[in-house]
T-cell receptor
Framework: DSGVTQTPKHLITATGQRVTLRCSPRSGDLSVYWYQQSLDQGLQFLIQYYNGEERAKGNILERFSAQQFPDLHSELNLSSLELGDSALYFC?????????????FGSGTRLTVV | DAKTTQPNSMESNEEEPVHLPCNHSTISGTDYIHWYRQLPSQGPEYVIHGLTSNVNNRMASLAIAEDRKSSTLILHRATLRDAAVYYCILSWGSQGNLIFGKGTKLSVKP
């Protein structure tokens, strides 16, 4: 157990639907990162939050949004889902948002869009 | 984004040392070099990081060239459990978000 908890582990949904992925960071970590991993694109950075505030944005689609709550857990919302959104979604957390040191990743949520 | 170049794949024999190379010719003075690995069906895990000097920890060693344009991750005795994709990543300035490349897929033969 890495200390980063992601739920659900698996999700199957239909095109056009909306889903919410949840991440609880490791205790003491204020920074949360979301990544998407598909077979053809590798690990793509989506977005970073630090202590409730958005800090950096990567290749996140407009149909996707995220937030970090006061208790530091984070949610990634994916809407108007397409077949191409099928992927593994990883959340990571870290203490220091200014370096790449010591990210801890969760075990991911596997999203299948049918 | 500062870029890294790694071989697509490498093979090793169990209990032998493994040297995983990474080229980063456009590295700047404030870029840290990070190594993460991703075991099959798992999220990536942190391995080691450094700035200028060589670094050792319980998992691996990181050798950084004097001009910092390349680095090598050293696994001293590969085990079957070390079979994974190894990513060499640069982070720069105050940006803590890591941009992963394609990495090197390491296979370990018994």
């Amino acid at each position: 157990d890495s200390g980063v908890t992601q739920t659900p582990k698996h999700l199957i949904t239909a095109t056009g639907q909306r889903v919410t992925l949840r991440c609880s960071p490791r205790s003491g970590d204020l920074s949360v990162y979301w990544y998407q991993q598909s077979l053809d694109q590798g690990l793509q950075f989506l977005i970073q939050y630090y202590n409730g505030e958005e800090r950096a944005k990567g290749n996140i689609l407009e149909r996707f949004s995220a937030q970090q709550f006061p208790d530091l857990h984070s949610e990634l919302n994916l809407s108007s889902l397409e077949l191409g959104d099928s992927a593994l979604y990883f959340c990571a957390s870290s203490v220091d948002p200014t370096t790449g040191y010591g990210y801890t990743f969760g075990s991911g949520t596997r999203l299948t869009v049918v | 984004d500062a870029k890294t170049t790694q071989p697509n794949s490498m093979e090793s024999n169990e209990e032998e040392p493994v040297h995983l190379p990474c080229n980063h010719s456009t590295i700047s003075g404030t870029d840290y070099i990070h190594w993460y690995r991703q075991l099959p069906s798992q999220g990536p895990e942190y391995v080691i990081h450094g700035l200028t000097s060589n670094v050792n920890n319980r998992m691996a060693s990181l050798a950084i060239a004097e001009d910092r344009k390349s680095s090598t991750l050293i696994l001293h005795r590969a085990t079957l459990r070390d079979a994974a994709v190894y990513y060499c990543i640069l982070s720069w300035g105050s940006q803590g978000n890591l941009i992963f490349g394609k990495g090197t897929k390491l296979s370990v033969k018994p």
